[in-house]
C-alpha cells in the first residue's frame, strides 16, 4: 500500500466526558496516521440516542484541540469555533446516515442475510427468563429468522419491528490483529444481533462495517472491549464482499486493583486534567507509555519524535496500569524543559487569579517562576509556589529558628547576615552566597544554623528555594527587610 494511503478514524460516541482512555485510542490513531502520512478522520457515533449527552461533540473536540490535534477529515471546528464537517465521504456523523445504513439493509434483506423480527420487548424478556432457567447462556434464538419475507414485509406495515443479521450457524472465523495476533471465533456462539433498531437507526455494529467501508478505513484502532462482538463485524464483511480493514484492538488500561480504569482510582477526564494545570505535551507523553514502547530507552519525546517513532507493533498486550503520581512526575519533567518566559505566559490563567498579579512587576515574576520551576508539577501550583515573593510574610518565630536554636541565637546569627549583605555592592547570587558562607566561618556555626533562619525568614515557608536564590530574587532592599522584621520579632 502506498503510504499515503493510509486512513484511520477515531469514532468516539457523544455520551459525555472524554476520558484517558479514549484519549490514548485517540493518540495511538492520530500517531499511526501521522506516521504513515495518512488521513485522520473524526467520526461521531451518535446512533444510541438514549446515550447521548449534549455537548459531548463540542467537548471531544475541545479535548482533541487542547491535545493539538486537528481531524484531516470529519466532524471538526470551523474557524469560528462552531462544529462543522470536512471531507467528501460525510455526513461523517452518523445519525445523519440514516439513509446510507438502511439501503445497506434492504439489500441484506432482499438477499435473504437479514430478517425483520416481531419479537416484543415482553416475549424477549420470557425467552430470556426461560434459557436463565434452564441454564443456557441467554441470546436470541432466531424465531423470526425464518420468517416468509412476503408475510414479514406484510406485517411491517403495521408492527414495530427490528432487523437483525443472519450470522452463520456454524463454522469457526479466524481474524489477525495487529496486537493480539489471531483470534480464532465459533460462530455457534453468536446470535443474530440487530442491525437497525425499532427506530430506524442502525447498531453500532452495523453502522461502524458500512462507514469503515465507505470512508475507505485502511485501518481500525479501537478499544479491546470491542474483541467480543468482532465476529459480528467480519461476518458483515463477508455478507457484502467487501474487503476487511486491519485491526487493531488496544489493551484496555487498568487502575492499581486490575479494574477497568475509573474516576475511583483517581483517573480524571482529559480535559480536568487541563484545569489542573497539566501541559498537554505530558498527557501526550504518558498516555501513549501506557502499554506502547518505542523500543529505545528514550523516555521523553516530542510530538514529531513520537510521529517518527509511532508503530503499531509496540503496543503491548498486557494491560498498562494507571499511576496518577507518575502522571504528575512526567508533567514536572516538562515544566521544567520550559524557559521560566514560556512557563510564564503558559500559567498566565492561574497566575492572574493570584490577589497579588496586578502589582507583580514582570520580570520580577519571571526570576521569581524560575527559582521554584524545580518544584512545580502543575502550572496551577506556581502562583501559591511563587506566593511568599509578592506577599511579605508575617515572621513566624517558630518556624525562623534551626532546630532547637535559642531564638536569640538565631536572632544573632541573622544580624550577622544582614551585615554581611548590606556590604554587598552588585546583587549577585556569587556575592549574596560569599558573603553569607563568610559570616558562617566568622560565628563558627554549621550552614543549616545561619541558612535556614534566612530562608525561613525570606519565606515563611517549611519549603521553598534555598536562601541565596530566594534573596537574589528578592533584591537586597526587600531581602534586608524581611531578616530586620524577623530580627525584630525573635527578639520582643
Ligand atoms: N463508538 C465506539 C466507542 O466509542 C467506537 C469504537 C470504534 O472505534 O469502532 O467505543
Not at 502506498?2 to 479514549?22: C, D, I, Y
Not at 487569579?353 to 520580577?364: K, S
Not at 501559591?384 to 544573632?412: C, M
Amino acid at each position: 500500500m502506498a503510504k499515503n494511503q493510509v486512513r484511520v478514524r477515531f469514532a468516539p460516541s457523544p455520551t459525555g466526558e472524554m476520558h484517558l482512555g479514549n484519549a490514548r485510542t485517540l493518540l495511538f490513531a492520530v500517531l499511526f496516521a501521522r506516521h504513515h502520512a495518512g488521513t485522520f478522520i473524526l467520526r461521531i457515533e451518535d446512533t444510541d440516542q438514549e446515550r447521548l449527552v449534549k455537548g459531548s461533540v463540542e467537548y471531544i473536540l475541545k479535548t482533541l484541540e487542547w491535545l493539538g490535534v486537528t481531524p484531516d477529515e470529519g466532524v471538526c471546528f470551523d474557524s469560528k469555533g462552531q462544529v462543522t464537517e470536512t471531507g467528501d465521504k460525510g455526513p461523517y456523523i452518523q445519525s445523519q446516515r440514516r439513509a446510507i445504513y438502511q439501503q445497506y439493509a434492504d439489500q441484506l434483506l432482499a438477499e435473504s442475510k437479514a430478517y425483520r423480527c416481531f419479537a416484543t420487548k415482553e416475549e424477549l424478556e420470557l425467552m430470556r427468563a426461560e434459557q436463565v432457567k434452564a441454564k443456557q447462556p441467554p441470546r436470541y434464538d432466531g424465531r423470526y429468522r425464518d420468517l416468509d419475507p412476503t408475510e414479514a414485509e406484510r406485517r411491517a406495515a403495521g408492527e414495530p419491528f427490528v432487523i437483525r443479521f443472519k450470522m452463520p450457524l456454524q463454522g469457526k472465523v479466524t481474524a489477525h490483529d495487529l496486537v493480539y495476533g489471531d483470534i480464532t471465533s465459533d460462530y455457534a456462539e453468536q446470535d443474530d444481533h440487530i442491525i437497525i433498531k425499532s427506530d430506524g437507526l442502525p447498531t453500532y455494529h452495523f453502522a461502524n462495517v458500512i462507514d469503515d467501508h465507505l470512508m475507505q478505513i485502511t485501518h481500525v484502532i479501537r478499544g479491546q472491549e470491542w474483541i467480543a462482538s468482532w465476529p459480528r463485524h467480519l461476518a458483515t464483511y463477508a455478507a457484502f464482499g467487501w474487503p476487511m480493514p486491519e485491526y487493531t484492538h488496544v489493551p484496555l488500561i487498568f487502575g492499581p486493583d486490575k479494574a477497568k480504569l475509573s474516576k475511583r482510582h483517581g483517573a480524571k477526564t482529559v480535559l480536568a486534567y487541563k484545569e489542573e494545570g497539566y501541559l498537554p505535551e505530558a498527557v501526550i507523553n504518558y498516555l501513549v507509555f501506557l502499554g506502547w514502547s518505542p523500543k529505545t530507552t528514550q523516555e521523553f519525546f516530542l510530538w514529531d519524535e513520537l510521529v517518527a517513532a509511532f508503530d503499531l507493533k509496540g503496543i503491548n498486550k498486557a494491560n498498562p496500569i494507571f499511576d496518577p503520581v507518575k502522571l504528575g512526575f512526567v508533567n514536572g519533567v516538562y515544566l521544567r524543559q520550559l524557559p521560566a518566559e514560556q512557563l510564564m505566559s503558559k500559567a498566565e490563567e492561574w497566575l492572574a487569579r493570584a490577589d497579588w498579579f496586578d502589582r507583580a512587576e514582570r520580570d520580577y515574576l519571571v526570576k521569581a517562576i524560575a527559582s521554584v520551576q524545580e518544584r512545580a508539577k502543575t502550572l496551577a501550583e506556581l502562583p501559591g509556589l511563587v506566593e511568599f515573593y509578592f506577599n511579605r510574610p508575617e515572621p513566624d518565630v517558630k518556624l525562623i529558628p534551626f532546630k532547637t536554636q535559642a531564638p536569640t541565637e538565631t536572632a544573632r546569627l541573622l544580624e550577622l547576615a544582614v551585615v554581611g549583605l548590606k556590604e554587598i555592592k552588585e546583587w549577585t547570587l556569587i556575592e549574596i552566597e560569599a558573603q553569607l558562607r563568610s559570616r558562617i566561618e566568622q560565628a563558627a556555626c554549621q550552614n543549616g544554623e545561619l541558612l535556614w533562619p534566612v530562608r525561613a525568614a525570606l519565606t515563611g515557608r517549611e519549603a521553598s528555594p534555598g536562601a541565596f536564590e530566594v534573596a537574589e530574587v528578592l533584591g537586597q532592599t526587600e531581602t534586608i527587610l524581611r531578616l530586620d522584621e524577623a530580627v525584630k520579632q525573635l527578639k520582643s
